[in-house]
């Protein structure tokens, strides 16, 4: 079993890639209450396809918080639109 602890700001010196930002701002990354959910129904962790799994992770960059923000270019701009969105 592998957890993140987010912080609702997602400004983070760890978070530096796209795949990195995607795998918490997509479906790639199963809230919590989800998983425990699914674990007591007799499942044995996220179930999610590999080839479904690398499109999230290689899609368009999203603001998870803002989704009217559109898409975000890079790591550089996806840093600078949560530096000045009002995340909390």
Avoid: Y
């Avoid at 983070?12 to 796209?18: E, G, I």
């Avoid at 990354?29 to 799994?53: K, M, N």
Wanted: net charge positive.
């Amino acid at each position: 079993l592998h957890l993140h602890v987010l912080t609702a700001d997602l400004d983070a010196p760890a978070l530096r890639t796209k795949r990195h930002w995607n795998s918490f701002a997509t479906d790639f990354f199963v809230p919590l209450e989800r998983l425990i959910t699914h674990l007591e129904g007799g499942g044995r962790g996220a179930d999610l396809a590999p080839a479904r799994a690398e499109g999230l992770l290689k899609g368009p960059m999203r603001c998870l918080c803002c989704p009217g923000a559109g898409v975000l270019g890079n790591m550089p701009a996806a840093k600078a639109h949560v530096a000045t969105q009002a995340h909390l």
